[in-house]
């Protein structure tokens, strides 16, 4: 049995910007970071989640202007997070369950210290 947990595989570079950032800008953001997430946040809430997938399927693909348009409207609302210590197979079995790719990664006070992806359990 696998003892590796999330902590881990999990990124811990998380990018936050505000949900009024356009997603040009998110793009930018994620390219010069090399990621493929950017957690959104409305003050000093975490407001969402958003990917490169749901930049193109939520926003280009349905021809909305990706210099007008603010990246807290196509944000996935539903985030779903897990503690770092869990293991990867409950994190597999979470993204599962609540059909998602991705976690948010807190610590034992519910602090943000990183994401994992459904690449990040298969890489490992």
């Not at 010069?32 to 958003?50: F, K, R, Y």
Request: proline fraction near 2%; charge should be negative; charged fraction near 25%.
């Amino acid at each position: 049995m696998d003892t590796h947990t999330v902590a881990d595989v999990m990124t811990k570079q998380v990018v936050y910007l505000p949900a009024q950032t356009t997603v040009d800008e998110v793009a930018e953001a994620m390219r010069s970071a090399d990621i493929g997430d950017v957690v959104v946040t409305d003050g000093p809430v975490l407001a969402g989640i958003v990917t490169d997938r749901d930049i193109v399927v939520r926003a280009i693909a349905v021809h909305r202007d990706p210099g007008r348009t603010a990246v807290g409207t196509i944000a996935s609302r539903d985030l779903v997070m897990i503690q770092q210590d869990a293991r990867i197979e409950e994190a597999a079995r979470l993204m599962r369950e609540r059909s998602v790719r991705r976690l948010l990664v807190c610590d034992a006070d519910r602090q943000l210290v990183g994401v994992v992806s459904l690449s990040d359990l298969n890489y490992r």
